[in-house]
């Protein structure tokens, strides 16, 4: 049996064929394609393909922010892994009698997080406080399917920025599943919400930081963090055992406003400073006037001549004669 030349054809049948041609390859290139796609969405050091944490919920603007909820204490007995692969409880940070800069983020968030971790750590390098001695710095993921390779690389990242050899040992990076990580943003009041259209998490930016046993002492909202800030944070969560005489002075002429999560200037405080420096100047000024009306000599009254317009105190006696008669 002949083929068929294909111009012999009709044209309704060439026009199958050469669609069958077509479509085929591009069918197989489509599968190909979307199986690597499906690849390429691994989150890094986890084999399992990105799909919403079964905690997320749809993405809404109310599900989202920060809640201040100071003095609250975080649960020491949360469970995480380390950067180095170790199972921590949250416990080990609050043991060591320094102040914890806390933040939540995710490390593969492609915009925010690295942004508020980039501007925490410009922040930090004109602070004179150095992590590791002074104080420690805890970053947790609350993305449970992420793991320690990437905790790993963000702490070399990081430390590696901030240019202060020697104070690796303050970094934690930190991940854990899902039970540990909603125990934790809930303690803290850190919302967020899984942005399923764009697979990825929306939520706010910010750091906290906490006393040393735990407890929430100040939030700082955004992603714009003053050096000045952060260290009377670091010092005053420390309950005076780090920072300076100076850093407690200021601590007196600012405070922390919980509503714009920054320092400010004590009005009332410095009011009540130039009050008494007025009393004591007075004081003062009254006290050494005191002291010299004291200590001055008294000038005994000089004599003075008698004018000639004025009587003499001494009256010449009259000249007497013999006889004992006045002359006249």
Known sequence: MTSRNPTTLPPLARFRRAFSRLAIPALAMGLFAGAASAQSLKPAGDGS?????????????????????????????????????????????????????FTLVYYGCPRLCTTVLNEMNK??????????????IVVVSFDPREGTDLAYKKKQEYTKFYRRPGTEAGWHFLTGDEANIKKLTETVGFRYAWDEKHQQ????????????????????????????????????????????????????CFQYDPHSGKYSLAVLNI????????????????????????????????????????????????????DGTSEK
């Open 49 to 101: 393909p990105i799909l919403p944490p079964p905690s997320a919920k749809p993405v809404s603007t109310a599900d989202v922010g920060i809640d201040q909820k100071l003095n609250t204490q975080i649960p020491g007995d949360l469970v995480f892994r380390d950067d180095a692969g170790e199972i921590v409880t949250l416990s080990k940070y609050f043991q060591t009698n320094k102040p914890v800069l």
């Open 201 to 252: 998490f929306i939520h706010a930016g910010g750091l906290m930081v906490l006393t040393p046993d735990g407890k929430t002492s100040k939030y700082f909202y955004g992603v714009d963090y003053v050096p000045r800030d952060i260290r009377l944070s670091l010092v005053e969560a420390g309950q005076g055992k780090i920072g300076s005489l100076s850093d407690q002075v200021l601590l007196f």
């Open 123 to 136: 922040a930090l390098m004109p602070v004179e406080l150095n992590p590791g001695k002074d104080f420690e």
């Open 271 to 322: 009011v009540k400073v130039g009050g008494i420096l007025t009393v004591l100047g007075l004081g003062t000024f009254v006290v050494m006037n005191l002291r010299k009306d004291r200590r001055r000599v008294p000038v005994p009254p000089q004599a003075v001549e008698p004018s000639n317009d004025e009587p003499s105190d001494a009256v010449a006696s009259p000249e007497r004669s013999g």
